[in-house]
């Protein structure tokens, strides 16, 4: 089955700074790809995603990248802000399905200093 | 975007004693629903899938009889907990994929997760 190793495990960043998470993902069957963003006490939340027919996908100040032939993934957040800290999820899905398995990383819990 | 509810947001109840929790997608209709489980400071672990109209899929290590799953319309299901003990105490979030990409204007294969529940089991 799958397997997704996330790193690194706390980040802690200066405000207006970048981000780095970086992911990687055992199955080759995989095909999609989502970042979640968790606050404390509730569900995640999609906040981007790939699928592996891309290698590049930006949304204002969020990119992901996604290196197909070494199974790594990453997600870039720009001028980190305040309101960025919180704990990232990669995930990894078997599918384009979306009924299939979520299967996620061990999450990066995000400080931004002020 | 496509919601989901749980209900209730969270329970605190004696050892031994069911707890049933409840997953609701409200404006989009799901034949499959996920449940998740997450200790502190953990990741989320997949602990079955629901299917409406036919049994539970329970992932390896996850007890069936412990953990009843009901799927019992295409917007409902539930999760309980039987026998509660103290390290059954958890965060429980449920995921539900839109059965018709593009329903309630959710883009293509997105899964919608619950705001979890808080089981506290004294």
């Known amino acids: 089955g799958e397997n997704v190793e996330q790193h690194p495990s706390t980040l802690s960043v200066q405000e207006g700074d970048s981000a780095v998470i970086k992911c990687t993902y055992s199955d080759s069957a995989s095909n999609y790809f989502p970042w979640y963003k968790q606050e404390l006490g509730k569900g995640p939340q999609l906040i981007i995603d790939?699928?592996?027919?891309?290698g590049e996908k930006k949304d204002q100040r969020i990119a992901v990248t996604l290196n197909k032939t070494a199974k790594h993934f990453s997600l870039h957040i720009t001028e980190t802000q305040p309101e960025d800290s919180a704990v990232y999820f990669c995930?990894?899905?078997?599918?384009?399905?979306?009924?299939?398995?979520?299967?996620f990383g061990s999450g990066t819990r995000l400080s931004i200093r002020p | 975007g496509a919601v989901v509810s749980q209900h209730p947001s969270w329970v605190i109840c004696k050892s031994g004693t069911s707890v049933k929790i409840e997953c609701r997608s409200l404006?989009?209709?799901?034949?499959?629903m996920f449940w998740y489980r997450q200790f502190p400071k953990q990741s989320l672990m997949l602990m079955a899938t629901s299917n409406e109209g036919s049994k539970a899929t329970y992932e390896q290590g996850v007890e069936k009889d412990k953990f009843l799953i009901n799927h019992a319309s295409l917007t409902l299901s539930t999760l309980t907990v039987t026998s509660a003990h103290p390290e059954d105490s958890s965060f429980y979030i449920c995921?539900?994929?839109?059965?018709?990409?593009?329903?309630?204007?959710?883009?293509?294969?997105?899964?919608?997760f619950g705001p979890g529940t808080r089981l506290t089991v004294l």
């Open positions: 995930a990894a899905t078997p599918s384009y399905s979306s009924a299939s398995k979520i299967i």
């Open positions: 995921s539900a994929p839109p059965d018709l990409t593009g329903a309630s204007g959710s883009d293509v294969d997105e899964q919608f």
């Open positions: 404006d989009f209709q799901a034949t499959t």
């Open positions: 790939i699928r592996s027919n891309v």
